[in-house]
């Protein structure tokens, strides 16, 4: 629209040049006439030159205005009215025609032609013919401004349809675009493994999840046939459809999929389990392709693991003490024998040791679900150190002859703010632990000592100590100081973790030091009872 | 049978003091010589010293266990003509087979009767019939 108006300026100053030169039968006087010429041409160069499309359309307004302005001082100033170039009133016309509404037309028709007429009537008298020929003037002027207008609105119209349409499609095209953007979004955003297979078994689609999970990249996949990715072969992985490609599973109509678990290898070689579900993606009644879902239970498949390892080994645990028990008692009814007072002792002596033993074992796995459940229930009181120390010690050295014991604790220690229950499960989790990795027997040493609010206690031993790449987890559920696979040490993996536990909840903190070879040191701390917790018993000595 | 003197020489392989004790107290009735032997490698060792007439294998070891040391005898051919019973416990099927197959002659499943056991093992040094 702009650059019509801009033709229809040049066309003004073009239609304003010709009349100029047109032969003019009056006489008159041309300098004003050439000055606005002048000026015309100058303003035109100027807007020829300038470039004005990166202006604002209300420049071509101030154009359309500098034209009939031109027009109009033209006519004026060779005549008016009885001008040979009053015809160019028309043009003006069809400007204001084009620019403005049909009110706003008539306005400036008006107004102009008002300018013009009335020095010519004023002039002339306002016979019958002057004004038949002003009225005609108007008549004619309105008639074609009428037409421009009703041209140009319609024409405008239809420019604003099409404006509309075309923002529509737009519009249209952004939300496909959108939810194209939205769909491949929410694919590469999902935390499980998503690929499509089309119906020659090719991947055409492997998200990003899927990326992550397997280490294969969308650009490695995307093309494949299904039946070979996924399968580093010197590592002998599974293809990742394995349950579909040998049973060549065929979806029956209506069916939401199958679901299966499949052990496979990650583009490093590392083994993974994945969960995979697969889908019939369906076209009007065609099976266009499948859709798998899939997800790394490796995790779940190693808990699972430990979980049915615990069971195992807490079975196995639970029935070494209970044959000695069983075995001893059953020994001492032997009819065919006669033992001698000394091994009666000594018999019953295994019966009462192995019986603590599962006795402890029975208060670390219940320790273990009371934990887990969360009801763990703590009664902290000020609990006196050295006694509690000296009793753990002689439960422990009561089962073993190869062992020395040590105990360190000052005269002076306060008390402790702890379970004395808990307490003395962990001290003879600890102290059992000592023993159990110190074979070939060694020194055994139990302290304690007070500092910053604390008291530490430490047990040392001159074992095997532990591994520098097992000594961080050795407080997780399940771990035993002993490669995975291999037998290891006789032991639930319970004690530490319940140690773990219950001396954080006692508000404590337990960690251990260890050099392969040299033995280990396992300290642990608990907060010491302040004087107004103790209540009736106030702080006091601890007889050594 | 009872007081009987067999004489005989039984080696118990297994972790557990405890079980060592009760097994040697109850091959001492019936007149056995019981030695001990506290793992696999020890086991190993002490049997190349001296050939007991029987060895009582536990299963379950630490450092080597009890398959390991039935491998190492049947590669043995000094060794490899010791009767050889397990210990096991209950849920070890895979290990029972596997020792069946390294030659081992039974298997006695923890928890046991101490004079079941001392039968079983008379039977396989053929003292008794099963």
């Given at each position: 629209m702009a650059k019509s108006a801009a033709w229809l300026y040049w066309l003004g100053i073009i239609v304003v040049l010709i009349g100029v030169f047109l032969p003019v039968e009056q006489e008159m006087n041309l300098t004003p006439v050439m000055l606005l010429v002048a000026g015309g041409l100058l303003s035109s160069l100027v807007l020829m030159l300038a470039p004005w499309q990166r202006f604002s359309y209300k420049l071509f307004y101030i154009m359309a205005g500098l034209g009939c302005s031109h027009i109009a001082t033209l006519i004026f100033v060779t005549?008016?009215?009885?001008?040979?170039?009053?015809?160019l009133y028309f043009l003006i016309a069809i400007w204001a025609a084009y620019f403005f509404s049909f009110r706003g037309f008539g306005l400036v028709s008006v107004m102009v032609i008002g300018s013009l007429a009335m020095p010519f009537l004023y002039e002339r008298g306002y016979g019958q013919f002057h004004i038949t020929h002003v009225l005609t003037q108007i008549l004619f002027m309105l008639i074609a401004g009428g037409l421009v207008n009703l041209l140009v609105t319609q024409v405008k119209e239809r420019n604003l349809d099409l404006g509309r349409t075309n923002e529509r499609l737009a519009q249209k095209m952004r939300e496909v675009l959108h939810e194209k953007e939205k769909t491949a979004a929410v694919l590469s955003s999902v935390a499980d493994g998503v690929y499509v297979v089309d119906n020659n078994d090719k991947i055409v689609l492997w998200n990003q999840a899927a990326e992550l999970i397997t280490g294969f990249t969308k650009e490695e996949m995307v093309g494949r046939v299904c039946r070979d990715a996924m399968k580093p072969a010197e590592e002998g992985g599974n293809p990742i459809c394995t349950p579909l490609c040998d049973t060549m599973v065929e979806f029956e109509p209506g069916s939401s999929g199958v679901g299966y678990e499949l052990l496979t290898c990650r583009k490093n070689g590392d083994r993974i389990w994945l969960s995979v579900s697969a889908a019939p993606i369906r076209d009007s009644g065609e099976t266009a392709g499948i859709v798998h879902v899939f997800r790394d239970i490796s995790e779940y498949k190693e808990i699972d693991r430990m979980k049915s390892d615990f069971v195992a080994t807490v079975s196995h645990e639970l029935r070494t003490p209970l044959t000695s028990i069983l075995g001893f008692a059953k020994t001492l009814l032997r009819a065919d024998a006669n033992f001698s007072e000394e091994s009666r002792e000594s018999f019953l002596t295994e019966i009462v040791r192995e019986g603590e033993r599962l006795a402890r074992l029975i208060e670390d796995v219940l320790s273990v679900s009371r934990i887990e459940a969360g009801s763990l229930r703590l009664d902290l009181r000020p609990v006196a150190v050295e006694p509690t120390v000296r009793e753990v010690v002689r439960n422990v050295s009561s089962?073993?002859?190869?062992h020395r014991f040590e105990i360190n604790v000052p005269d002076d220690i306060s008390l402790v703010m702890a379970d004395s229950d808990k307490l003395h499960q962990v001290l003879l989790n600890l102290v059992v632990n000592a023993v159990k990795y110190s074979p070939d027997g060694g020194e055994v040493s139990v302290s304690a000592a007070e500092s910053e609010g604390y008291i530490r206690f430490l047990v040392a031993d001159q074992g095997v100590g532990i591994s520098e790449e097992n000594l961080p987890h050795?407080?997780?559920?399940?771990?035993?100081?002993?490669?995975?696979?291999k037998r290891g040490a006789?032991?639930?993996?319970?004690g530490l973790y319940v140690s773990r536990n219950l001396i954080e909840q006692m508000g404590g903190e337990i960690w251990a030091e260890s050099q392969p070879g040299a033995g280990s040191r396992f300290y642990f701390r608990l907060p010491v009872a302040q004087a107004d917790q103790a209540g009736a018993e106030p702080r006091k000595k601890v007889a050594s | 049978m009872n007081g009987e003197k067999n004489a005989k020489q039984v080696m118990i392989v297994d972790d557990e003091a405890s079980l060592r004790a009760l097994v040697r107290a109850n091959l001492e009735i019936d007149g056995f010589e019981v030695s001990e032997a506290v793992d696999g490698i020890e086991a190993m060792k002490m049997m190349r010293e001296s050939k007991p007439d029987l060895v009582l294998l536990d299963i379950m070891m630490p450092g080597k266990d009890g398959i390991e040391v039935l491998e190492e005898m049947a590669a043995d051919s000094e060794l490899r003509n010791i009767p050889i019973i397990m210990l096991t416990a209950k849920g070890e099927q895979e290990d029972l087979q596997k020792g069946v197959d390294l030659g081992a002659r039974g298997h006695i499943t923890k928890p046991f009767d101490p004079e079941q056991m001392v039968r079983t093992v008379k039977a396989a040094l053929g003292i008794i019939r099963r």
């Open positions: 005549g008016g009215m009885e001008s040979p170039y009053s015809q089962l073993t002859s190869i050795i407080f997780e559920r399940f771990f035993r100081a002993s490669p995975g696979g006789a032991g639930t993996g319970l | -």
